[in-house]
């Protein structure tokens, strides 16, 4: 993550980041005759005090024109505690932990290591590969949500959420550590090879280049700015790795170094702890993909900008769905947006950023590739507080909408550009039929000339709707200087990620 601070939001492909719809709570700005500049204040109702209206101060009065954005240094301090978040804490523990166990291994002092270290390479692989799957994934949000929802202290709801959302440094730590026990295990082996096959040194070698080439192609830099190169090698180089690495466990283990044949065939082969861990981390990837399916789609096409996708079945909130033109390429995952587990229908929306949101508006397929497992996203933790709010810029409405159509407790700030004309009929229905005025508002950047307050809007919001946390759907600029102006003024706030 940048450490830079942003100047504005200048994602030309969403400019919904600075361009944000005028909410029900601005609609006087569009009956009344009055100039904009000559009104001062939205009002609303308290959400805690009926009859009571709350009025702060003018955050919504139009700039007479654009402005040019102040630029504010963040404190060190800040930076600091944004980036070195929990996914980074979880990575540093992995990789000492394991680091320190390499250092006792290459020292002789740990025996285990030396009479198992396919275990070791294909344990901290499991672990790996177990937190990205969607059904494990499936089943911690579930039971976090079922049992500590509202009545546990904030602190610790919030680190509930914070752990679900940085499993990630699990992931990456755990798979790196394993690729660098496999290297000591093919060094070892090397230092042994008179009394080795060859084979077993070939597959050693070829398993450690695929993983090195997966880990490679699944850097946050390369996840982000190439997509498609990451979806291609991160997942053809890892089911490589993985046809390889049961190749190496079998001929590592069938090898007798006694007599130089491979006669521990069979059972011997059964009994060995690496085996049953491959089995394990086999079934662990290839069980979200038997729920893979051809589906219908219908789409609608509102703006030159944004597709939006009508799929059948409702879906509670917080919930993100894989789709492709492919059956095995090219995975793009999208928030769903829907009114309920009762709905007929759940959306996607998708915002036109690269070829393959392009090519769903130049040409909308009537049948897409899904899962129908879909997997959770830090919004799928909203039944944990009492209050909320969701700000979200452009297509980013997506991730936060299903949250306040379901929830009467969450509050929604939605900046963005001719919102009704860009995202459709569609979206802006299930707003309005949802979401009442006393805990929306909508920011047409366009309409209003400029961009908003953001952090003064958000601060009010966030004072008169009580809330306990705020989550940010933004882009990337606009996602660092929220949760930075947040972390400064004492709010908790979750934003998108971008160093998984």
């Not at 953001?454 to 759907?473: C, Q």
Request: aromatic residues 14%; glycine residues 6%.
């Amino acid at each position: 993550m940048s450490t830079k601070p942003a100047l504005a939001y200048n994602d030309v492909a969403e400019k919904g980041i600075v361009d944000l719809i005028c909410s029900p709570q601005l609609a006087d700005f569009a009956k009344d005759e009055k100039k904009a500049s000559d009104i001062d204040v939205f009002v609303v109702q308290s959400p805690t005090k009926k009859n009571v209206l709350v009025t702060p101060s003018n955050v919504t009065r139009p700039p007479s024109a654009p402005t040019e954005l102040t630029k504010k240094s963040t404190p060190l301090w800040i930076l600091w505690v944004i980036w070195y978040n929990t996914y980074r804490r979880f990575f540093t523990v992995v990789f000492i932990v394991n680091f320190i166990g390499i250092g006792f291994a290459i020292a002789g002092k740990w025996p285990y290591a030396a009479k198992y270290p396919g275990a070791l390479v294909i344990g901290n692989l499991n672990v790996a590969v177990l937190v990205r799957n969607e059904i494990f994934e499936r089943f911690l949000y579930l039971f976090v949500n079922t049992f500590f929802a509202k009545w546990t202290p904030l602190w610790f709801r919030l680190a509930c959420t914070s752990t679900l959302q940085h499993l990630g440094g699990i992931h990456s730590g755990c798979a790196i550590s394993g690729i660098a026990w496999i290297l000591l295990m093919v060094v070892h082996q090397f230092k042994a090879k008179y009394i080795l096959n060859a084979s077993i040194l070939a597959f050693g070698v070829i398993t450690s280049v695929m993983m090195f080439i997966t880990m490679c192609a699944g850097l946050p830099w390369v996840r982000n700015t190439c997509h498609n190169v990451f979806e291609r090698n991160h997942r053809f180089f890892g089911w490589t790795s993985l046809c390889m690495t049961w190749v190496y466990t079998i001929v590592t283990n069938a090898y007798d170094t006694a007599d130089g044949k491979f006669d521990h065939v069979g059972k011997h082969v059964i009994q060995q702890q690496a085996f049953w861990y491959t089995a394990t981390m086999s079934i662990f990837i290839v069980l979200p993909w038997i729920c893979t399916r051809h589906v219908k789609v219908d789409i609608e096409l509102p703006s030159p900008k944004v597709a939006v996708l009508r799929f059948e079945r409702g879906m509670q909130p917080g919930l993100l769905a894989r789709i492709s033109r492919s059956a095995v390429k090219e995975y793009h995952a999208f928030s769903t947006v829907s009114e309920g587990t009762h709905a007929k229908y759940h959306y996607l929306i998708c915002g036109v950023q690269g070829d393959f949101t392009r090519n769903l508006v130049n040409d909308p397929p009537r049948m897409i590739w899904t899962r129908e497992l879909k997997f959770p996203g830090i919004s799928n933790t909203s039944s944990l507080y009492k209050r909320g709010v969701c700000i979200c810029t452009g297509s980013g409405i997506g991730a936060a909408l299903s949250t306040c159509i379901q929830s009467p407790n969450w509050y929604l700030i939605w900046i963005a550009s001719d919102q009704e004309k860009t995202f459709g009929p569609t979206i802006s229905g299930l707003i309005h039929k949802h979401i009442g005025p006393e805990r929306l508002l909508l920011w047409d950047s366009k309409a209003r000339g400029s961009r908003p307050p953001t952090m003064k809007i958000l601060k009010e919001v966030y004072d008169y709707w009580h809330a306990e946390v705020v989550f940010i759907t933004s882009n990337y600029v606009g996602n660092f200087e929220i949760q930075h102006g947040c972390k400064e003024a004492g709010i908790a706030a979750f934003g998108t990620l971008w160093d998984f």
